[in-house]
């Protein structure tokens, strides 16, 4: 018997970036990493920034970063409305290792306002994010 496929929507501000069917999605929401397959219930959170994984039908995986925005699941489909969506040929490594490195130095400011302390890790997250979607479409282990 076939595995139950659930149909997956990915939206951006520029328009529609991704539809198709997966037997498995994985993403970072507001309270961590979900696992999604049809039939999940329903749910409605917020996106973290990080690898939007798809295990397609034939078992081959399909990776987009993802960072804001909101996350739907219905019983039968996914529709994520993300702020930011790349494709992982399109993150630049040494732009996200750059701002990797500003971020944590701005963290060590201790004369940072908590908005300053907010935008700062907001930027690290997204920064170590998009490299955790490189190291995930080179093969490497992720911590």
Same mark, same amino acid.
């Given at each position: 018997m076939a595995e139950?496929?659930?149909?997956?929507?990915? #939206?951006? =501000?520029? &328009? @529609?970036?991704?539809? &198709?069917? @997966?037997?498995?999605?994985? !993403?970072? &929401?507001a309270e961590g990493e979900l696992g999604i397959s049809a039939g999940h219930t329903q749910l409605l959170t917020s996106i973290a920034p990080g690898p939007l994984? %798809?295990?397609?039908?034939?078992?081959?995986?399909?990776?987009?970063?993802v960072a804001g925005g909101i996350l739907?699941?219905? =019983? /039968?489909? #996914?529709?994520?409305? @993300? /702020?930011?969506?790349?494709? =992982?040929m399109d993150v630049n490594e040494s732009a996200a290792q750059e701002a990797k490195q500003k971020a944590e130095a701005l963290l060590k400011d201790a004369s940072l306002d908590k908005i300053s302390i907010n935008e700062a890790q907001l %930027? !690290?997250?997204?920064?170590e994010a998009r490299l955790k979607v490189l190291a995930l479409l080179k093969g490497a282990s992720i911590k």
């Open positions: 139950k496929l659930i149909k997956i929507y990915v #939206i951006s =501000p520029e &328009g @529609a970036i991704y539809e &198709g069917s @997966a037997k498995l999605v994985v !993403l970072r &929401g994984r %798809m295990v397609l039908e034939d078992d081959k995986e399909d990776i987009l970063f739907e699941v219905q =019983p /039968d489909q #996914i529709i994520v409305l @993300a /702020d930011v969506v790349e494709r =992982p %930027m !690290l997250a997204e920064a």
